[in-house]
């Protein structure tokens, strides 16, 4: 450790301006701006926004996407996890590699696969009228299914990834006891499993819940404006309207929960710093 | 023991999930069909080559790349100083600092490049290239931050304190024992940081202008008018150029163990 403290800001006084000129007073203004009313402070942007059926049918879709995605993650991602973990070294390196492949690839050409699966003349309607369930295609893409689909491919690699290295550190030997002492599958993922692994639960769900509820790339494709979520209404009522406040509020509604999330993630790491 | 046959099988539907529409979008760019579809019809490399006469693909390609690279190597000369304060000073406010340089991570994108717009770039009269280069490079700042500093903390501060001992000045001993000890965690940072910016969309969706947008941003400007392979075949080849690059990272120094 070396004591001179202007050594010290010298070296990271660049980096804090630039963050602070390019990055933090810009949001700050931003946020500002929506608690401003010709010459004073009030709530009246929020009052408006939440007054429109519009908003806030898109805010509760949002949110129920961003749960509906969080829980089928959850789901899929301790089947999957549970699959990968007891697999030999060189089998679980390989398939935790397949589960972070897809984190590489863009996520526009990720979300844009699914309109080759997904519209009109895609895979699904297409075994779908040869079965000969559908007369006429069905329209997936631009509704809230096709989004779903999008979100959860996207950010279940996050999940399964947090619930590997939670079940990693699950001792060996619980499961079979609580089945030797006669729990079945349901009450030994309950009572045993869960509990041991909330932490890594906790990780991957705050990922994909937050991650499901600020996309925008997903809902831009596969939603249009059909299927509004938060961020595309953002963008279309500073694109359409030219309307800062509401796009204010919905900053704030993003940036409070991303910040909750992150500090219940931090709280996390520091608990598990101690143990 | 039926959960011994179950759990694969999920495994295996998941992975299909996961990795399935990347194989769907590499089939359909080798299509010889005019139209998005799969199977594909017929086989030929006609949507391959077409992707590189595009005239504004290459146009932002080009800007992409640059962006990639230019606020990547910024964003290092701002992140290896600030990050070596904060591991080897007694640094008052140092997590003030750790908090500011990483928020541009926790503020979803689209908020970033929308108040960077209104509240810097339009006040100051930046070009739109300055702008898209300072909000990736803040973008990136705290990838640099992050992963420079876990290299920092794993090496031994007392081989820097024997240079100084010795007689190197701190600035020395910073240059030929510190920067080649990281090297591993630089390239990591640079790896993380290019594939962030490359892919990056909300931040420059505010940001792109006229004549000037990333390959993300075009693309999607594309897809809602042209609905032929051309998309998938540009997809397959970023996806493909993503992977080596990644896959190259992990063998040449083991780019998991940074990340």
Same mark, same amino acid.
């Given at each position: 450790?070396?004591?001179?403290?202007?050594? /010290?800001? /010298?070296?990271?006084?660049?980096?804090?301006?630039?963050?602070?000129?390019?990055?933090?007073?810009?949001?700050?203004?931003?946020?500002?701006?929506?608690?401003?009313?010709?010459?004073?402070?009030?709530?009246?942007?929020?009052?408006?926004?939440?007054?429109? %059926?519009?908003?806030?049918?898109?805010?509760?879709?949002?949110?129920?996407?961003?749960?509906?995605?969080?829980?089928?993650?959850?789901?899929?991602?301790?089947?999957?996890?549970?699959?990968?973990?007891?697999?030999?070294?060189?089998?679980?390196?390989?398939?935790?590699?397949?589960?972070?492949?897809?984190?590489?690839?863009? %996520?526009?050409?990720?979300?844009?696969?699914?309109?080759?699966?997904?519209?009109?003349?895609?895979?699904?309607?297409?075994?779908?009228?040869?079965?000969?369930?559908?007369?006429?295609?069905?329209? !997936?893409?631009?509704?809230?299914?096709?989004?779903? !689909?999008?979100?959860?491919?996207?950010?279940?690699?996050?999940?399964?990834?947090?619930?590997?290295?939670?079940?990693?550190?699950?001792?060996?030997?619980?499961?079979?006891?609580?089945?030797?002492?006669?729990?079945?599958?349901?009450?030994?993922?309950?009572?045993?499993?869960?509990?041991?692994?909330?932490?890594?639960?906790?990780?991957?769900?705050?990922?994909?819940?937050?991650?499901?509820?600020?996309?925008? !790339?997903?809902?831009?494709?596969?939603?249009?404006?059909?299927?509004?979520?938060?961020?595309?209404?953002?963008?279309?009522?500073?694109?359409?309207?030219?309307?800062?406040?509401? /796009?204010?509020?919905?900053?704030? !509604?993003?940036?409070?929960?991303?910040?909750?999330?992150?500090?219940?993630?931090?709280?996390?790491?520091?608990?598990?710093?101690?143990? | 023991?039926?959960?011994?046959? @179950?759990?694969?099988? &999920?495994? *295996?539907?998941?992975?299909?999930?996961?990795?399935?529409?990347?194989?769907?979008? $590499?089939?359909?760019?080798?299509? @010889?069909?005019?139209?998005?579809?799969?199977?594909?019809?017929?086989?030929?490399?006609?949507?391959?080559?077409?992707?590189? +006469?595009?005239?504004?693909?290459?146009?932002?390609?080009?800007?992409?790349?640059?962006?990639?690279?230019? #606020?990547?190597?910024?964003?290092?000369?701002?992140?290896?100083?600030?990050? =070596?304060?904060?591991?080897?000073?007694? *640094?008052?406010?140092?997590?003030?600092?750790?908090?500011? $340089?990483?928020?541009?991570?926790?503020?979803?994108?689209?908020?970033?490049?929308?108040?960077?717009?209104?509240?810097?770039?339009?006040?100051?009269?930046?070009?739109? +290239?300055?702008?898209?280069?300072?909000?990736?490079?803040?973008?990136?700042?705290? =990838?640099?931050?992050?992963?420079?500093?876990?290299?920092?903390?794993?090496?031994? +501060?007392?081989?820097?304190?024997?240079?100084?001992?010795?007689?190197?000045?701190?600035?020395? @001993?910073?240059?030929?024992?510190?920067?080649?000890?990281?090297?591993?965690?630089? *390239?990591?940072?640079?790896?993380?940081?290019?594939? +962030?910016?490359?892919?990056? &969309?909300?931040?420059?969706?505010?940001?792109?202008?006229?004549? $000037?947008?990333?390959?993300?941003?075009?693309?999607?400007? =594309?897809?809602?008018?042209?609905?032929?392979?051309?998309? @998938?075949?540009?997809? #397959?080849?970023?996806?493909?150029?993503?992977?080596?690059?990644?896959?190259?990272?992990?063998? *040449?120094?083991?780019?998991?163990? =940074?990340?």
């Amino acid at each position: 450790m070396f004591q001179n403290r202007k050594e /010290a800001l /010298a070296l990271a006084l660049p980096a804090a301006l630039f963050a602070a000129t390019v990055f933090l007073v810009p949001v700050v203004l931003l946020l500002s701006e929506g608690f401003r009313a010709p010459g004073h402070w009030s709530i009246s942007a929020y009052i408006d926004f939440f007054a429109s %059926p519009l908003n806030r049918a898109v805010f509760l879709r949002t949110l129920k996407l961003g749960f509906l995605v969080t829980a089928v993650a959850a789901v899929l991602g301790y089947a999957a996890a549970y699959a990968i973990v007891p697999l030999p070294a060189s089998a679980k390196g390989r398939m935790i590699g397949l589960v972070v492949l897809p984190l590489m690839i863009s %996520p526009v050409a990720r979300t844009y696969a699914w309109i080759v699966i997904l519209g009109r003349t895609g895979i699904v309607n297409q075994a779908l009228s040869f079965v000969g369930l559908t007369d006429e295609p069905l329209r !997936i893409l631009f509704t809230e299914t096709a989004v779903f !689909i999008g979100l959860l491919q996207l950010f279940l690699p996050l999940m399964i990834i947090s619930l590997i290295s939670a079940l990693e550190n699950l001792p060996r030997d619980v499961v079979p006891a609580a089945r030797v002492l006669g729990a079945n599958w349901f009450q030994v993922f309950w009572k045993v499993i869960l509990p041991l692994t909330r932490e890594g639960l906790v990780i991957g769900g705050t990922l994909v819940f937050t991650g499901a509820m600020t996309a925008y !790339i997903t809902p831009a494709i596969l939603g249009g404006s059909k299927v509004l979520m938060l961020e595309t209404l953002l963008y279309q009522r500073v694109t359409v309207a030219s309307d800062f406040a509401s /796009a204010s509020v919905i900053a704030l !509604i993003l940036i409070s929960m991303s910040f909750a999330a992150n500090i219940l993630l931090r709280r996390i790491a520091s608990v598990r710093r101690k143990s | 023991m039926m959960r011994n046959t @179950a759990g694969p099988i &999920v495994l *295996l539907l998941v992975l299909g999930f996961l990795i399935g529409p990347f194989i769907i979008i $590499v089939a359909a760019s080798f299509s @010889a069909g005019d139209t998005l579809a799969f199977p594909p019809q017929g086989f030929s490399l006609k949507w391959i080559v077409k992707v590189f +006469t595009v005239e504004s693909f290459r146009q932002s390609f080009a800007i992409s790349m640059f962006l990639a690279v230019g #606020s990547t190597l910024a964003a290092l000369i701002l992140g290896i100083p600030a990050s =070596y304060a904060m591991s080897r000073y007694r *640094l008052p406010g140092s997590e003030t600092v750790r908090f500011m $340089v990483s928020m541009p991570i926790i503020v979803p994108g689209i908020i970033v490049g929308l108040a960077l717009l209104r509240f810097f770039v339009i006040p100051v009269g930046l070009s739109i +290239t300055l702008a898209l280069f300072l909000a990736h490079t803040a973008l990136v700042l705290p =990838y640099a931050v992050r992963v420079v500093s876990a290299s920092l903390a794993n090496l031994r +501060t007392d081989i820097e304190e024997a240079a100084v001992l010795l007689g190197s000045s701190r600035m020395g @001993a910073f240059f030929r024992v510190i920067l080649p000890n990281i090297r591993g965690g630089i *390239l990591a940072a640079f790896i993380l940081g290019f594939v +962030t910016s490359f892919n990056q &969309v909300p931040v420059s969706l505010f940001l792109s202008g006229p004549g $000037v947008r990333t390959l993300p941003i075009d693309m999607l400007g =594309y897809m809602e008018i042209v609905f032929d392979p051309s998309i @998938a075949a540009l997809s #397959s080849l970023l996806a493909f150029m993503s992977m080596a690059v990644v896959f190259a990272a992990e063998r *040449l120094l083991g780019f998991s163990r =940074y990340v």
